[in-house]
């Protein structure tokens, strides 16, 4: 089946650093990346969608310059958290969709993300 | 904008009966896809089960089926025979079939389904 490998499974900053997330497809090309962000005991709150070669697209209230993605290749996307603030602390889930597929959606495992 | 909404916030089952999950959805578009996706402990989303809107038949994935009520726009899921591992949070999710829309899920707040022994 499609995996999606998600690293680092959490990590812990200092505020004012920054923070590399990287979401890869082991065994299908993700023409599409989409980032999540989750709080305790609520729902996947979508940050941006992500095509190969292409800027992404952030949703409303996202700061782009705050959350940098990268999906520079098919089977590789990033999420950098820029100068990070305790404020920033959450689940980030990414989740890989294949070409051709309305259903295929693969999500990786999710990251932990602390700052303090 | 299309929204999703799970009125239960928690469900609880006996092991071996029956639970149904609500999920009612707001669009203006007729062609769609709907999915159950479930988010346990360790908190990987699995998908559990999708409908084409465009299907009447509703679709069956062993223990797990829905009862899809396109003019209600309810989507609503059911576990038989519930087991221990059916335990988790249960998202709800829509996405538009739409040619050229947008391919993001959008989901539900979620039911935290407990499955007592």
């Known amino acids: 089946g499609a995996v999606v490998s998600q690293h680092p499974s959490w990590v812990i900053c200092k505020s004012g650093t920054s923070v590399k997330i990287e979401c890869r497809s082991l065994?299908?090309?993700?023409?599409?990346m989409f980032w999540y962000r989750q709080f305790p005991k609520q729902s996947l709150m979508l940050m941006a969608t992500?095509?190969?070669?292409?800027?992404?697209?952030?949703e409303q209230g996202v700061e782009k310059d705050k959350f940098l993605i990268n999906h520079a290749s098919l089977t590789l996307s990033t999420l950098t958290v820029t100068s990070a603030h305790p404020e920033d602390s959450s689940f980030y889930i990414c989740?890989?969709?294949?070409?051709?597929?309305?259903?295929?959606?693969?999500f990786g495992s999710g990251t932990r993300l602390t700052v303090v | 904008a299309q929204t999703v909404t799970q009125s239960q916030p928690e469900m609880s089952v006996q092991e071996a009966e029956t639970v149904t999950l609500s999920c009612t959805y707001d669009?203006?578009?007729?062609?769609?896809?709907l999915f159950w996706y479930k988010q346990p402990p360790s908190r990987q989303m699995i998908l559990v089960i999708r409908?084409?809107?465009?299907?009447?038949q509703n679709a069956t994935e062993n223990r797990f089926s829905v009862n899809f009520q396109k003019a209600a726009k309810s989507f609503s899921l059911k576990i038989s025979d519930s087991q221990l591992g059916d335990a988790a949070m249960y998202f709800c999710?829509?996405?538009?079939?739409?040619?050229?829309?947008?391919?993001?899920?959008?989901f539900g707040k979620g039911t935290k389904l407990t499955v007592n022994p």
């Open positions: 065994d299908f090309q993700a023409t599409t």
């Open positions: 669009t203006s578009e007729s062609d769609y896809y």
């Open positions: 999710a829509y996405r538009s079939a739409r040619q050229g829309g947008s391919e993001k899920l959008v």
């Open positions: 992500s095509n190969e070669g292409s800027k992404a697209t952030y």
């Open positions: 989740s890989a969709k294949r070409a051709g597929q309305n259903y295929g959606y693969t």
């Open positions: 409908q084409e809107a465009y299907k009447q």
